[in-house]
T-cell receptor, first 113, second 113 residues
Framework: SQKIEQNSEALNIQEGKTATLTCNYT??????LQWYRQDPGRGPVFLLL?????KEKRKERLKVTFDTTLKQSLFHITASQPADSATYLC????????????FGKGTKLSVKP | EAQVTQNPRYLITVTGKKLTVTCSQN?????MSWYRQDPGLGLRQIYY???????DKGDVPEGYKVSRKEKRNFPLILESPSPNQTSLYFC????????????FGNGTRLTVT
């Protein structure tokens, strides 16, 4: 069955450092991979989408990579700030149809001042 | 303002008393979906709909019903709620079938006693 693993449940880093979150998937080949941010008690908010033919995508301090050979995506936040503290979810998107879109369990990022 | 609206935000009910959680989107999106989120289990898809009158089961459909009579509305129905359905529920929508970002509602926290 399709499986998504995000590297750790929690990641603690110091303000100003780069946070790197990992998303690994097995048993399917997504055409896209999406990253979302979720604050406690709120709905996830879309951040970035990367397609299978893109190696890297950037948006301000965010960078996402997508390695279809390793079946892995890395999500980086550079110059992290306490306001970046949240849970980050990855969602590899199936081909052709949104269909049964599965999310990873998320990594809770805490940025300490 | 583009949004997905869920109601109610909080609901406490008793076992066996039928309830409906409403979801409405104002973006003319074709795709809509319901998720539940539980500690340690992440977001799990309950049902999704690719368009009006087209619905399909997600990963955890047991005990739930949905309908899609109009494009904008996608209510979640619990015919006979049980305590194991106590959870945080999210409705989401997106514009097309593959890779489009999901827009989430603010969630409905349901407690079944």
């Amino acid at each position: 069955s399709q499986k998504i693993e995000q590297n750790s449940e929690a990641l603690n880093i110091q303000e100003g450092k780069t946070a790197t979150l990992t998303c690994n998937y097995t048993n399917y080949s997504p055409a896209y991979l999406q990253w979302y941010r979720q604050d406690p008690g709120r709905g996830p908010v879309f951040l970035l989408l990367i397609r299978e033919n893109e190696k890297e995508k950037r948006k301000e301090r965010l960078k996402v990579t997508f390695d279809t050979t390793l079946k892995q995506s890395l999500f980086h936040i550079t110059a992290s700030q306490p306001a970046d503290s949240a849970t980050y979810l990855c969602a590899p998107s199936p081909r052709g149809s949104q269909g049964n879109l599965i999310f990873g369990k998320g990594t809770k990022l805490s940025v300490k001042p | 303002e583009a949004q997905v609206t869920q109601n109610p935000r909080y609901l406490i009910t008793v076992t066996g008393k039928k309830l409906t959680v409403t979801c409405s989107q104002n973006m003319n999106h074709e795709y809509m979906s319901w998720y539940r989120q539980d500690p340690g289990l992440g977001l799990r898809q309950i049902y999704y709909s690719m368009n009006v009158e087209v619905t399909d089961k997600g990963d955890v459909p047991e005990g739930y019903k949905v309908s899609r009579k109009e494009k904008r509305n996608f209510p979640l129905i619990l015919e006979s709620p049980s305590p194991n359905q106590t959870s945080l529920y999210f409705c989401a929508s997106s514009s097309d079938r593959g890779g489009s970002p999901l827009h989430f509602g603010n969630g409905t926290r349901l407690t079944v006693t």
